[in-house]
Structure formats: structure tokens, C-alpha cells
């Protein structure tokens, strides 16, 4: 199977369903305008490709997963744009150009990643109603993206990341915070497209912990590449963990042991996939891809 190939078929289809949510904007609408610059053109779409993969993986459709898959990279960008505001991280460059607040000032930047967060749950309302979708397993989909991206997930873990600078820390609170922070919205990426594709008991167990795993190694690779990659390598400034005295993994275990541990994690999570049929191959190559770009073989 080819990795590219398959990403760039499903990022066509992504980027289509995303146009008709978020349509070209007029000169005069700024929050239009800001909300498209951080999504368009977008990173890798990784979080509804899962899904859509996850999907796939059981034998599901991915028209039904569709319009959930898509609302996840309006949460995500949503997050990126906050992340990168001056009172967070207080970045100037995400996905290879300046930051939204860069461009469109702090009031919109925020007022653009509230609008996005809102239309994602739009999309979901939307995609519930429809009569060719399970409406209890959409629900639960719902439910699920929605506590994930919430005060039990995402936005958790980026309250605990920010009350971390400047404090010694261990690598359970580490872990804690990018479980959450990082592997909630993947965890529920996952598990949406196995739960609309509809997943056996044993199968969607197996995909959430395969969906765990991936969600801290994306994590640690993440980390790394900030302290060893470069901006032409990862879309935005590096070595920014360590001066600001973020909570990551380099800093608790060490670059060498940090790797390790995304290895070992991308063992355990391609150990899952096990008994599942060729048709997974593009979780495997996503989680192996995910690690390798920052520990390659």
C-alpha cells in the first residue's frame, strides 16, 4: 500500500466536504476569512483520516463518518489556533505560515477558533438527523468527540500544560497531561470510525487501545521533532518546549529514552491491529509514519 497515495485521495475528500461547511468568504467578512486561512490548506488532516481508516478497517462506509471525521479538523484547527495565541504558547508560525492572530489580530484569531469549535458541532447535529445514520451510534459519536474536546479531554489537558511551565514534574503527570491533551481527540477519532462503521465488541476494544497508543507516540514524536527537527520539517518554530520549560517527554526522560518509549508504544499499538485484514494497512502505516518521521528505524 502506498501511504501518500492513500492520504492524498482522502485529503481531497476531506478538503471537499470542509469547502461546502466553510465557503469562500467576501472582502468584508474577517471572520470568514481567518477561519479558512488556518484551515486552508490544512496539515496532514491525520484525525479524520483515521476515522475514515478506522472505518474502513471494520468494514464501514465512509459517507456515514464523513461529516464527524471532518468536525474533528475543525476542533483541531480551533485548538491551533488557540494554542498559538500570546496568553498559550504564543507562537508566530503553524502549518508553515504565520499565526492567525498574526494576521488577523488576537480578537479575531479567537473569535475565528470559537466559530470553528461551534461549527463542528453544527456538522454533527446535522450529520445525527439524517435517516441513512444510526442516530444511537451517531449520538454516542457525539458524545464522545464532544468529551474529548472538552473539560475531560483536550482543553483539560491544556489547562494542566499550561500549570506545568516552570515546574518540576514526573512522567505520570507528563503522560496524564498529553493523554488528554493530544490522544483524546485521536482516542475519539478512532473510536468514531469504528463505532459508525459498526465495530464488533473485541474490534472497537482493540481499536481504542491501538488509538491510545498512538495518541501518546504522536505525542513523543511531536516533542522530539521540537527539540531536534527544524521549521521546514514541522510547519512551525522548534524549540519552543524547552524555552517556555513545557512538560514533555524530552525534558522528564531524555531524547534517547524518549524515543524508546514512542517505539515501544508504536509496537503496542501495531500489536492490536493483529487479526485485523489488509484493509487496516493504512492504520498501521499512519501509527508507523507518526514515529518514524521523529525515531526512524
Not at 5 to 23: K, N, S, T, V
Not at 154 to 163: E, N, S, Y
Not at 189 to 210: D, F, K, M, N, P
Amino acid at each position: 500500500m502506498n501511504l501518500q497515495r492513500y492520504l492524498a485521495r482522502r485529503q481531497q475528500r476531506i478538503d471537499r466536504f470542509l469547502e461546502r461547511c466553510i465557503p469562500p468568504a467576501n472582502e468584508t467578512d474577517p471572520l470568514t476569512q481567518a477561519m479558512r486561512y488556518s484551515l486552508f490548506p490544512g496539515g496532514k488532516r491525520i484525525r479524520p483520516i483515521l476515522a475514515i481508516a478506522a472505518t474502513e478497517a471494520v468494514g464501514g462506509t465512509v459517507t456515514p463518518v464523513l461529516p464527524f471525521a471532518c468536525a474533528l479538523e475543525l476542533i483541531h484547527t480551533y485548538s491551533l489556533i488557540h494554542d498559538d495565541l500570546p496568553s498559550m504558547d504564543d507562537d508566530d508560525l503553524r502549518r508553515g505560515q504565520p499565526t492567525s492572530h498574526r494576521v488577523f489580530g488576537e480578537g479575531i484569531a479567537i473569535l475565528a477558533g470559537d466559530a470553528l469549535l461551534t461549527e463542528a458541532f453544527r456538522i454533527m447535529a446535522e450529520a445525527v438527523a439524517k435517516p441513512a445514520v444510526s442516530q444511537r451510534r451517531a449520538l454516542q459519536v457525539l458524545t464522545e468527540i464532544a468529551n474529548a474536546a472538552g473539560a475531560r479531554g483536550m482543553v483539560a489537558g491544556q489547562a494542566d500544560d499550561l500549570g506545568a511551565e516552570d515546574r518540576a514534574i514526573d512522567l505520570p503527570t507528563v503522560e496524564w497531561i498529553h493523554i488528554r491533551k493530544t490522544g483524546a481527540l485521536i482516542r475519539a477519532a478512532v473510536r468514531a470510525g469504528a463505532l459508525l462503521g459498526r465495530a464488533r465488541i473485541e474490534q472497537l476494544q482493540r481499536l481504542t487501545r491501538y488509538a491510545e497508543c498512538l495518541g501518546l507516540a504522536f505525542q513523543i514524536a511531536d516533542d522530539i521533532l521540537d527539540a531536534e527537527g527544524t521549521a521546514d520539517l514541522t510547519g512551525k518554530n522548534t524549540g519552543r518546549d524547552q524555552a517556555r520549560h513545557k512538560a514533555t517527554f524530552p525534558a522528564v526522560l531524555g531524547l534517547a529514552a524518549a524515543k524508546e518509549r514512542a517505539r515501544d508504544l508504536l509496537v503496542n499499538a501495531l500489536e492490536e491491529l493483529r487479526g485485523f485484514k489488509r484493509v487496516a494497512e493504512p492504520l498501521r502505516q499512519i501509527a508507523r509514519s507518526a514515529v518514524e518521521r521523529a525515531c526512524p528505524p
